[in-house]
């Protein structure tokens, strides 16, 4: 009898040392990641699928100042944008969500559409953009310029300029531009929109 009972009290014992130990394991949460290990790699968002489905090449991309200078002033925000690029060099980018939208957007109207924009002296792809009702200035005066970059960018030529509309919707304002003049860049944007665009 007292040879079962010490039995049963080491048993006892030994479920409440493992119990005892488990707590402590969570307690301390997961044991750290192997630095050495391949980084974690997020799925692609629904829109980011889209861009790619179409053959564009979806980055996150962040807006930048550039004023009249060389130096680009990072701001505040980012955008996953979709880009093309031609076989002859030429590119177009348009933001994922937009392409990706089910429903028509205002840059993807515009860019269907080709509606008519006022002339104006300046950039005439800003002039375009701001005549028919976007803006893809960074300020007040035409010297207040900028543009959508990698992260991280430092060379002022890889900001590209973009015609936001006022539904959020964003596309690249000098392919925009050349669009309406019958010029195509990157690619022909008209069929990769999710949803379907009525034409004027």
């Given amino acids: 009898m007292k040879r079962s009972y010490a ?98 957007t205002l840059a993807a109207l515009a860019y269907v559409r080709k509606p008519d924009g006022p002339s104006s002296p300046g950039n005439p792809s800003i002039a375009y953009c701001q005549g028919i009702n976007g803006t893809a200035m960074f300020g007040n005066k035409p010297t207040d310029g900028g543009g959508w970059g990698p992260k991280n960018e430092t060379d002022p030529s890889k900001a590209t300029s973009a015609c936001m509309f006022a539904d959020g919707s964003v596309i690249d304002a000098w392919g925009l531009k050349y669009h309406k003049g019958g010029v195509i860049r990157g690619t022909d944007l008209t069929k990769k929109f999710r949803a379907a665009i009525p034409g004027a």
């Avoid at 080491?10 to 005892?20: I, Y």
């Avoid at 050495?36 to 100042?65: I, L, M, N």
């Avoid at 550039?66 to 979709?82: D, F, I, W």
């Fill in 7 to 104: 039995l049963a009290l080491s048993v006892l014992a030994l479920v409440s040392g493992t119990a005892v130990a488990a707590d402590a394991a969570d307690a301390t949460g997961p044991a750290p990641r192997d630095p050495a290990a391949a980084p974690v790699r997020h799925a692609p968002s629904a829109d980011a699928a889209w861009c790619t489905q179409q053959g564009g090449k979806a980055e996150t991309r962040v807006p930048y100042y550039t004023g009249t200078g060389n130096k680009l002033t990072p701001l505040g925000g980012e955008r996953e944008m979709c880009l093309f690029t031609a076989t002859d060099g030429s590119k177009i980018m348009i933001a994922a969500d937009t392409l990706a939208a089910d429903k028509p």
